[in-house]
C-alpha cells in the first residue's frame, strides 16, 4: 500500500480535478483511461490523464465536502485499488500554511496566465535586473518583432555595438536541471547572441537566485539535438540547478546579481575589436 496526502488548490476545486503527486505517479496507468475510484464509500468511474497526472470527474466528490483550497485529499493505492479520504482543514491553518514548491509549481502550471504572458513576465524580470544592476551603464530595447529568436537587446553607453540576449523561462524544473530548448531551424549562433536561461520560482513568485548566461555558440556546440534531421529539431540543454554543481555547463550559471557584471565583460571583449 502506498498513499500521500495532496493539498487541493482552488483550480482543482473549480475543475474537479486532482493532480496526483510525483510520489505516487509510477502506481497509476501510464496511458489515459478511466479508473475505478473509491471514495465516501462509494465507487466512480474517474478519468485519468498521465501526462498531467491528472484524475478528472471529481467535482461532486468535492461538493458533498464542501471543500476549498487548502483542505487536503489522502491517496490510497493498493493492490491495484485507488481510494480517495477527504480531509478537512481549518480556515485558520490554512492561511498560515506555506505552500511547498512542487504545490506552488503546480498552482502556476494551472493557472489561466499564458505562456506568452508568462515569458513576457521573466523577460521584464530579466530587463529591470540589467536596467537597476547596470546603473545608468546599460539600456535595454524590445524588438518590435519576434522573428529573430532575440528577446530584448543590451546597449551599453558609448557603445555602439549590442548584445542581443533571447530568454528561455521555466516555471519548473526537470528533477533538479534547468532545460533550455531552441528549435534548430529558427536558431542562428551569433558571437553577440546569448542565451539567458530563467527559472521563474513560484515559492517566491520571481525569477530565482540563478541564471544560465551562455553564448549561442557555446550552446550550438553543447546541446543535445532532438528530433534530428526533421523540421522538429530541436537543440536541447539541461543545466543543473545546484550550488555544488561543478560540470561542464558550471561556467554559464550565476547569481542573478551578476548578470550585469557577465554582459560588462562581454562589452570588454567587444571593444578590444571595435572601436
Avoid: W
Avoid at 475505478?36 to 461532486?60: A, M, V
Avoid at 522573428?147 to 557603445?159: A, F, S, T
Avoid at 530548448?181 to 527559472?199: C, D, E, N, Q
Amino acid at each position: 500500500m502506498v498513499t500521500d496526502i495532496k493539498r487541493i488548490i482552488a483550480k482543482e476545486v473549480e475543475l474537479g480535478f486532482l493532480n496526483v503527486s510525483a510520489k505516487l505517479r509510477g502506481d497509476f496507468p501510464g496511458e489515459t483511461t478511466k479508473l475505478s475510484l473509491l471514495f465516501d464509500g462509494k465507487r466512480k468511474q474517474c478519468g485519468f490523464n498521465p501526462k498531467y497526472g491528472r484524475i478528472t470527474g471529481l467535482t461532486e466528490f468535492y461538493r458533498s465536502h464542501s471543500a476549498t483550497a487548502g483542505d487536503r485529499v489522502e491517496v490510497v493505492v493498493e493492490q491495484g485499488t485507488y481510494r480517495l479520504n477527504f480531509l478537512k482543514v481549518d480556515e485558520s491553518e490554512k492561511n498560515v500554511t506555506v505552500p511547498t514548491s512542487e504545490e506552488a509549481e503546480e498552482i502556476i502550471q494551472v493557472s489561466e496566465i499564458s505562456s506568452v504572458v508568462k515569458g513576457n513576465v521573466v523577460e521584464g524580470r530579466i530587463a529591470e535586473l540589467i536596467l537597476l544592476y547596470g546603473q545608468g551603464l546599460l539600456n535595454v530595447y524590445k524588438p518590435i518583432a519576434d522573428v529573430e529568436g532575440v528577446d530584448l537587446i543590451v546597449v551599453k553607453k558609448g557603445c555602439f555595438h549590442p548584445l542581443f540576449i533571447q530568454v528561455k523561462s521555466r516555471f519548473n524544473l526537470r528533477g533538479k536541471s534547468f532545460q533550455i530548448a531552441l528549435r534548430k531551424m529558427t536558431f542562428t549562433p551569433h558571437h553577440l547572441f546569448f542565451i539567458v536561461g530563467a527559472y521563474f520560482n513560484p515559492v517566491k513568485m520571481d525569477i530565482d537566485d540563478r541564471l544560465v548566461l551562455i553564448p549561442s555558440i557555446d550552446f550550438s556546440r553543447l546541446s543535445v539535438s532532438v528530433n534530428k534531421d526533421t523540421d522538429r529539431e530541436t537543440m536541447v540543454l539541461n543545466t543543473p540547478f545546484s550550488d555544488s554543481y561543478t560540470g561542464k555547463y558550471a561556467p554559464y550559471i550565476f547569481p542573478k546579481f551578476r548578470l550585469v557584471d557577465e554582459l560588462l565583460e562581454k562589452f570588454q571583449e567587444l571593444e578590444k575589436h571595435y572601436r
